[in-house]
């Protein structure tokens, strides 16, 4: 076994070939945008590796314990490589424009639109075709070659990530079960939390009759949109990709994460929600170093690159009821009291870690 | 001399009241919330003080070559601390938003508005007043002491670094001096450089008809987004803060950037470049961190934070210009050749970093 | 309630006062050196805090299930401002060595060894005053307040949280109940692994004799660590600051993360690992930083920085038997298969997490 | 031109095939453990690239003003993937020593000593092959193909950037010229400070006899210190690689470096004083994370890891007399005041960016 060998290092380093140098005149930053874009590929691969191997699990027709905290892990270290790929932005910004456009023209009509990998990521994660910007489906199938789009489009059709995890979380059997039903619970809870703040701004003598009205009227939509999550009807008039069963889920995980039982599935959600932050961070980073890099210079294939890239990350953005949860949430101290069996069942059997005498 | 002495920490120490233990039950994690809002306000008042300098030094009948080098180690200073103050939001994500809620209400309606520093910090730098989105300019004056209102409104009349910038670039004699006409030279390269490009199109035998008209349309569209540059009428009608000659001798910096002469000055345009990406990822960050604490709900004030944020975000970029600049830059090599006169000045006296002998 | 005066920032900003402009001439960089030490000061607070509370879930008789979570995210918090002191040097090495020479003397004998923060962090945590170099000895208690010293001084009387940890870890019954003996277990399945070893090296016939003599000695050297913890008497010549039973626990952790109940001892283990290298990376970045600033000068005190910094970078460390555990690792598919109703206790009650159906 | 062939997509992502697969059972994190040892290759390549540019332009003939401009450019470039390299790390720290021990057998006896282009990297930069730690020695030749072993002792053979640097710097005519000698007058300068401080120390009514004499003490040492510069018998006993010549114009450059001539040359010594310490600071993440990795376990070929890296990153800082530089700093107020003719050299010929009227 040699290192070389082992690492295929006569592939890997033999990688880089410039077309300004076949033109006859090396140009020297061709190296670096040849070599931090196999980087971003070799990371793709780790990271769809990752996800893959996520998605298995989650497959399975049973989820083992001893796997969610493999999936926690696994989920950790690909955001850990997505921080990588935003930091790795700083290196390409140490080409000058001019540099660049040294030998951009030999690149047409060459894109980082069409990283196959880039886009079967997103695909596993849960980006549909359909929900892709305008440009971004022109582009979805352009220039593969035929084993590439057969791919991608085989991809387009296994359940993705998102899927999985909406499919595990209505499974989960926390919200409704021996005669406790958290969402009857927490509606309680919450329609008291509201009346006593109605009745604090009534008495509230500091504030006139115009400020007094606001208020209630911020308290009133507020209710509103809590009442979405108690009543399905509401709940189908918005844009949820999750069930209303899987949401009351990620709630009542979010609002008992400190149980024992609650701390990998908390864990996890969390997890996806960071991702969805490092891929828009990413996203944006891309955006400003192409602002920079081509001002508003029309780009290959007709977009102005940076607009482009500014609304894909506003626009596919995956784990959107994710984040929307949060605007479910109550104060810690407020949370509905759990019933004693319930309690029980989210500890562990093992008592010693309770002990220190 | 003593460290604790000299460093006032007794001040600096004792300035963490708890609202929420004054009503006799800590929560934790206001502590956090506290200290590092204290931290963001020590490096705002670091920010001004270095970028107040700068301003000094911009203002002054004349600008010693000397100082070039100063401004651009305080700016690439500030950009560090700016870096640093991105990265410190993850320490602010560690708390979840359940904690938040514990201890969100004592603080309404503070808010982070009324960040007086901060404000001063973007007036300096070169927002106007009348720039602001609609709410930033209803919080603009709203809930500050007096003192703190005049300082905000005699700041707003002070002159900005962004002018002095375009006061100071205007004034530099690099493109229209001893019968070398900078623009006009520009200008025969780039109608030359277009017309090759229009050949070349024409000739390219793998171009349909279509794909042809579209090419050329792209390079109308090129051409007349450069001549924007060669005609001050045109100039005029675009939304340019900058001057034209300010914006031709900051394309002469961006060009010639490897003489010696440009170097310092190329460092000082790119410094305020990075400064605007810098302010414009920590806005980004912070609106990302409040869509995750607050979800959708409604803020303080009747914003949602989030979408507050990332207006701004958008918003107030402040050296548009310099970004534009991009757009209009060409290839190392297509550059027009200096007359001789001109690359002798932009040298060194001191011939003697030429020699290795 | 009022921003800045819920911030304290009238103590917060108006605690900058530079020796240099006393005397008449401001020297520019002595802000930026004030304010980072205010800054790196009001961390350390809030790392106290937080490592106080640790310390107070784990003086407690009994470790709640509930607070287990609370340790974790808390030592994460901690490690990340500790990642963000670092970060936090490249912006005081934006000062140049000759600013820094112009108000250096005018701060002597103040010195970084005077912050008592850090001192009570490191004694919090766990370091003796007899395990400090002599130098930090001498620094000790100098120039300190009365009540400073007296502070100081009760702080040395108290638990620390690494004798709290050992006695959590020796506490917790997981090596040795019910007729499951962890260590034997572990003793057969590491003297069979090392066994086939061996007889591999034995029968390798690629390896000349020397070779073989070579590879067998290394064996045999490796076997001997490991006997270390089986073995009271060989344990008890070694420098551990566990106990045996504690190491043995903490190793059972380690082995078995996987499973639901060993994740977050697990994580607690792993967050005091890198709370270490963190609080070793900064020392070290703060020793490169004083190297460059003072070159082999004498420092204030007669010390060397950088010589004095590094050493205690590498005496400094707490948690070296968490380090010297990696040493006893076996791959996951080798370890001891554990008897059914261990496996039982180490699940959840509630089985739903398993199901997916 | 197709992305996926440019970028040779199909070589670089089917370069990873894992050991353990072969062997019939896939260790899961093998995959990550080839991407980041295949992504650190790209890098180093990138790094030899760049400094082998940079060696080119030392070597000319004549160093051109211009390109000093690309020379800093591309040492910061350089610091920039160093620091994303040390940044790498905490990815491989997401694998455990348990994972890791699934597929370590896998390997023997390859092993990261054996890159290339790692020892091809430090020997550019200047470490020679008598200056390797004892087990560095044995491994420089180890293992490597015939071709590898040329290459890496042609690359032995040939002029080194450290010495180049030397080279340049003894050629500037900096400290010597017209009538003006920068080291007498640096003489002269120092000796009166240091009388002064004498006095200073002499009338301290605050000191009693024994704080004086030591402070005495300490003032003697560095004026001794100082003398190595002024005195080459002295200088020829100290350890210095670069000529005294050098030493004194790269101390000059240094306490001039706000002359516009002076920027370049002192933001070249300052990047490679930077490249140390992120080579440093590699090093010793990567000894954290093998001390972690392996705990005290004696590592393939007989070394314990971590031991051998940490003193690896003492023993081969190559920049010593940069870093040694700074003990000859006096702050910049102090320094001696330049002859008219010279301040006049160090400035433009172009006066303009003086004026700004």
Excluded: C
């Amino acid at each position: 076994m040699h290192y070389a060998q082992y690492l295929k290092l006569d592939s890997i380093l033999d990688a880089q070939k410039l077309e300004s140098e076949k033109l006859g005149k090396v140009a020297h930053d061709e190296m670096l945008f040849i070599i931090i874009h196999q980087a971003y590929e070799l990371w793709f691969k780790q990271i769809l590796f990752e996800l893959g191997s996520i998605k298995d699990i989650f497959q399975a027709d049973e989820v083992d314990d001893l796997k969610l905290g493999t999936i926690t892990s696994r989920l950790d270290r690909v955001n850990k490589i997505l921080k990588l790929l935003v930091d790795q932005v700083t290196i390409i910004e140490t080409m000058t424009p001019s540099s660049f456009l040294e030998f951009r023209n030999l690149l047409n009509p060459a894109s980082g639109f069409q990283s196959l990998q880039f886009r079967r990521l997103e695909t596993l994660l849960g980006l549909k075709y359909e929900d892709r910007s305008t440009i971004e489906k022109k582009f979805f199938n352009l220039r593969l070659t035929k084993q590439e789009s057969s791919e991608l489009n085989a991809a387009l059709k296994e359940p993705t990530i998102k899927e999985l995890l909406d499919i595990w979380l209505s499974r989960l059997d926390l919200i409704d079960s021996k005669g406790f039903s958290f969402w009857k619970t927490l509606r309680e809870t919450v329609v008291g939390m509201f009346a006593q703040d109605e009745l604090l701004i009534q008495n509230n003598i500091t504030l006139d009759d115009k400020e007094k009205s606001a208020e209630l009227e911020n308290l009133k939509k507020t209710i509103e949109s809590f009442n979405v999550l108690f009543d399905q009807e509401k709940f189908d008039k918005e844009k949820f990709t999750f069930s209303r069963k899987s949401m009351l889920t990620a709630l009542f995980i979010t609002l008992y994460q400190d149980y024992p039982l609650m701390h990998l599935p908390f864990k996890i959600l969390n997890s996806f929600l960071e991702m969805d932050e490092w891929i828009t961070k990413w996203r944006y980073a891309h955006a400003l170093m192409a602002k920079r890099m081509l001002g508003g210079k029309i780009g290959t294939g007709g977009s102005t690159g940076h607009e482009y890239l500014k609304k894909t990350a506003q626009r596919h953005v995956l784990f959107k009821d994710l984040f929307k949860l949060n605007s479910f949430l109550i104060a810690k101290s407020q949370r509905p009291n759990l019933p004693e069996h319930i309690k029980n069942q989210m500890s562990y059997h093992y008592q010693v870690l309770k002990k220190n005498v």
